[in-house]
């Protein structure tokens, strides 16, 4: 059964950062795309930013911010938020891709909220 836990979430004031981890069970992903997605009140889900191989993608709102990155060897991935605002108030989830294209598995989502 394949399982993506994240932690890292919390409280923090504006001009902070916060470093979100994504420990994915159950099967391999290094092949494979991973990434972060968010959702705040009353908004859909929104795409945050992807790591395929090398290669990063990220949402015209937080590039230059956030940084993904991944260890293989610990089938985790990582989303490193520098200087948050509070727009970036949201649940945060992490998402991997099985190869068929989408991103088949996510996790269960951690709570960002950023403060003025």
């Known amino acids: 059964q394949v399982q993506l836990v994240e932690s890292g979430g919390g409280l923090v004031q504006a001009g902070g950062s916060l470093r979100l981890s994504c420990a994915a069970s159950?099967?391999?992903?290094?092949?494979?795309?991973m990434g972060w997605f968010r959702q705040a009140p009353g908004e859909e889900r929104a795409f945050v930013a992807q790591?395929?191989?090398?290669?990063?993608d990220y949402a015209d709102s937080v590039k230059g911010r956030f940084t993904i990155s991944r260890d293989n060897r610990k089938n985790t991935v990582y989303l490193q938020m520098n200087n948050l605002k509070p727009e970036d108030t949201a649940v945060y989830y992490c998402?991997?891709?099985?190869?068929?294209?989408?991103?088949?598995?996510w996790g269960q989502g951690t709570q960002v909220t950023v403060s003025s």
């Open positions: 159950g099967r391999t992903f290094s092949s494979y795309p």
């Open positions: 790591i395929r191989w090398s290669t990063t």
């Open positions: 998402a991997a891709s099985g190869g068929t294209g989408g991103y088949e598995y």
